[in-house]
């Protein structure tokens, strides 16, 4: 079972454009470091191409995983505190996090 994990960021309101655009950068260099741990098969991380629908989330990240257990060794992995220590710095609130099962359609 491949699992692709999602975060979904409300940005503070005091944030200037170029702070985002700096948060999009940092997390991208923390993840692309992260591609050397076992499991992790690639991700991506960017604002919303249309505002419409968000409901104030502007910042997403996507990391796809081998399986769930690489997916779990990530969460507790110190690079992932790092990454997550970083997302919560220019959150207002608590962001999103949610995972799928890419192998399966549904199963409920």
């Known amino acids: 079972m491949a699992v692709q994990h ?5 940005f503070r309101p005091c944030l200037t454009v170029q702070e985002k655009e700096d948060a999009y950068k940092t997390v991208f260099l923390l993840l692309s ?3 050397l741990l076992p499991g992790i098969r690639g ?4 604002p919303p191409i249309d505002k419409k ?3 104030g ?3 997403a ?3 796809e995983f081998e399986d769930l257990k690489s997916f779990k060794e990530y969460v507790l ?5 790092l990454v997550s220590d970083f997302v919560f710095s220019f959150s207002e609130g608590t962001p999103l996090s949610y995972q799928i099962d890419t192998d399966r359609v ?3």
């Open 33 to 35: 470091a992260a591609l």
């Open 43 to 46: 991700f991506k991380v960017g």
């Open 57 to 59: 989330y502007e910042f």
């Open 106 to 108: 549904a199963k409920l």
């Open 53 to 55: 629908g968000t409901r």
């Open 61 to 63: 990240v996507s990391v």
């Open 6 to 10: 999602f975060t979904f960021a409300k």
């Open 77 to 81: 992995h110190a690079h992932h505190q």
